[in-house]
């Protein structure tokens, strides 16, 4: 053993060195300081060594370097421009050291190379992979592109086309895809790995392959004529640029960092790639994406907090089925729990087992799935009329119509045939949870699992925890959400609970604005511009106009002084004319399937005409008012779910909406929204809207944070 740290240690054997990552105290290997530190010793030791043939790099975890260390970025972007370059040069150094050693080297990747581990993977001569692992450089998901070579060595080596869509998507890649683009040289099976890279080794050593030429096509500039090069970049910038959208920086920043090196030599490449990572590093997006990636760490940690010693869920019951019902099920039944779906109509039933049966042959034709494995989990699926079996279930959710009265009956009949260690759920949307556990004998093994629609897609559980919810119910709960594959976050009770409630106050802005004779479709227009996947007026017509007309009267009777309207809004002119959105064909927007059968909104003169009897006056507002209007409420609602304890803390609120409505994620949340404004330019801005009434008005606690230069983020 010539080294020995607590990343990496160095052995040789037979004049072979082996450079083995293995982090400790960790399960995955990451280049965290301490792992570059030694990186750049163990370089430095074997350029000094003698009598060395070659090096095999290699992984003693389950998977290779899965990137960075995340959590050390903070420090890094607070950090000066000449410092980030000169850690960037140092580490860059350590890298090109293994890619310069004088004799053959070779990595054998297995699980995951991603980011930085594909980069270090880069610097040696040749690439064995396990035919299961991963491949990729997933920064751009960061908002960051590579920082370790990964824009001057893929380039040469896969050429330009290929690495842009591998370094631009930030898409991870398998074995069969790899081993075709030439980015590595083999693919076995995992048992053989090891193996397979040493007899690689060997034959290099043996001088089997021209190393000199291999190091030579890494460090040279591409081999493109100036015609070559403007057509493989005019055409990587519009294609990338139509993906990425005008709010994510950095795959455009990837393509051109690769253009800008692309006459380079090595050295000089990579001082292009650190000017690139450093002023992304600067950008209020990239700081967003990288909180939002250790928010989702978060929020995954607070959820498993909640299920320690938790019995899990072996099989589960939906009771109404329907597209809900239906979607609940698929998603139980596909992460592997049995479930049993119960209507109290044979048309309800059929519905749920359609909607299931088409999300899984859609995976059937997509080839993600087995026709063998669509039916076992079709399987998994007891459609029943009856409540036959329900005592069975450890788990059961309730998905009936949105009804206080209806879900009161539903709940308290269906208690008296379970056992009482059962835990009941309903998925309400709006409904507080202790209002309907009054319904039952049993309050503690209640609680609220509310999903988002559709259920398949979107990745947020909201678990509403009652008066009388006991830590037992909640933990079932998020077990079973977990379980399942979903983004749980554990929410107190109230009207609308965590998500819909902020989202209310955001509908509160929109039927103002129209009333005061906003235009819906440039409301639309403009919040899309902002980064929501939709505007309001098409979101309305997507969650059902009849749901929000009622979602909204309970959120009225709830918070009466800010959501309640003295006026006959947009959503209830709609509901009366019989416009109920997608689900009819005809809400703000109209909708005809394409030829895909995929709905299609157009404009509709007629939805004009129906506002107009309820409109002050046409009116003309810009797009920074619109913005204002639809933000200020949305983010101040944000604070008082905050403030009231609704959520515990101020990162799983802004993941909840990012997860739950879709907010902008480069923008990072309601909460990282404000915070990165000014707290004091916040208040400021909601000031300007005062005569609008309380939904504008900030909180005494968000002003005296304001004052006292305080953050939501503890």
């Known amino acids: 053993m010539i080294f020995q740290g607590k990343a990496i240690s160095v052995d040789v054997k037979d004049n072979i060195a082996t450079l083995t990552f293995d982090l400790q105290g960790e399960s995955v290997n990451k280049f965290n300081r301490l792992t570059i530190n030694e990186l750049t010793e163990a370089g430095q030791l074997l350029t000094q060594a003698n009598d060395i043939k070659g090096l095999l790099v290699r992984s003693n975890k389950d998977s290779f370097i899965v990137g960075a260390d995340i959590t050390e970025f903070g420090d890094m972007f607070d950090s000066t421009e000449e410092e980030m370059m000169a850690n960037l040069s140092a580490t860059n150094t350590a890298f090109s050291v293994f890619e310069d050693l004088p004799f053959p080297t070779v990595t054998a990747i297995n699980g995951m190379a991603l980011g930085g581990g594909l980069e270090m993977a880069l610097t040696t001569d040749f690439r064995v992979l396990d035919s299961n692992a991963k491949l990729g450089f997933p920064e751009v998901k960061l908002g960051i592109i590579p920082g370790f070579g990964g824009t001057v060595r893929a380039p040469r080596m896969i050429g330009c086309d290929n690495a842009v869509e591998w370094i631009a998507t930030g898409k991870d890649n398998k074995a069969p895809a790899a081993l075709a683009v030439g980015i590595v040289d083999a693919v076995v099976e995992a048992e053989q790995l090891e193996t397979a890279a040493m007899e690689l080794l060997q034959k290099a050593i043996n001088g089997d392959f021209d190393i000199e030429a291999i190091r030579q096509q890494k460090t040279s500039p591409l081999q493109l004529d100036d015609i070559e090069n403007i057509m493989a970049f005019t055409t990587a910038k519009a294609l990338i640029g139509q993906q990425a959208g005008r709010h994510y920086k950095a795959p455009m920043y990837a393509v051109t960092t690769i253009e800008k090196a692309a006459k380079l030599g090595r050295d000089d ?27 989702d760490q978060a929020l995954t940690k607070s959820a498993k907090s909640h299920t320690p010693n938790n019995t899990p869920v072996t099989r589960a019951a939906v009771l109404g089925a329907g597209i809900m019902g239906g979607g609940i099920a698929y998603q139980s039944a596909s992460t592997g729990t049995p479930i049993i779906m119960k209507d109290i109509a044979q048309a309800g039933i059929d519905m749920g087992m359609n909607e299931a049966a088409k999300l899984l042959s859609t995976k059937v034709k997509r080839g993600r799935l087995t026709a063998d494995k669509m039916a076992a989990t079709l399987n998994k699926i007891t459609p029943t009329l009856s409540y036959d079996g329900i005592d069975q279930a450890n788990l059961i959710v309730e998905a009936v119509v949105e009804n206080p009265a209806i879900k009161k009956n539903v709940l308290s009949e269906v208690e008296s045939l379970i056992s009482e ?32 629609n559709p259920v398949h897609k979107m990745p947020l559980v909201e678990i509403i925890r009652g008066e009388k919810t006991s830590d037992a119910a909640v933990a079932r709960t998020v077990s079973y959400a977990l379980a399942m594959k979903k983004k749980p976050v554990v929410v107190n009770d109230c009207p609308g609970f965590l998500v819909n409630r902020i989202l209310f106050a955001y509908f509160a802005g929109f039927v103002a604005l129209l009333k005061e004779g906003a235009d819906f479709v440039a409301v639309d227009k403009a919040a899309e511009k902002f980064g929501w996947p939709m505007g309001p007026a098409y979101l309305c017509d997507v969650v059902g106009i009849d749901t929000g007309v009622h979602a909204g009267k309970v959120m009225s009777d709830g918070f009466p002084d800010r959501m309640s309207q003295t006026f006959k809004t947009a959503m209830e002119v709609m509901l009366e004319n019989d416009r109920l959105g997608e689900k009819n064909g005809k809400g703000f927007y109209s909708y005809e399937p394409d030829k895909r059968g995929k709905l299609r909104k157009t404009y509709d003169e007629t939805t004009k005409q129906l506002l107009a009897p309820h409109v002050d006056a046409p009116k003309e507002f810009s797009e920074e008012e619109i913005i204002d209007r639809l933000m200020v409420p949305f983010c101040l609602e944000s604070i008082r779910c905050l403030e009231a304890n609704i959520v515990s803390s101020a990162i799983d609120l802004d993941m909840a909406l990012i997860y739950g409505v879709g907010f902008p994620p480069f923008k990072g949340g309601a ?6 404004m000014g707290l004091e330019a916040f208040c400021k801005k909601a000031d300007q809207y005062k005569k609008l009434g309380p939904l504008y008005q900030p909180t005494d606690t968000l002003r005296e944070l304001a004052t006292n230069n305080g953050s939501m983020f503890k």
């Open 269 to 295: 490449a990579l001082k292009v790639e650190h000017e690139a990572s450093i002023k992304l590093s600067k950008m209020e997006i990239t700081s967003n994406m990288v909180n939002l990636f250790l928010g």
């Open 671 to 676: 909460i990282r929204f404000v915070e990165n």
């Open 421 to 452: 260690d059962t835990i009941l759920t309903s998925n309400t949307s709006t409904i507080p949870i202790t209002e309907l556990a009054s319904a039952l004998k049993r309050p503690e093994n209640f609680c609220g699992m509310h999903f988002f």
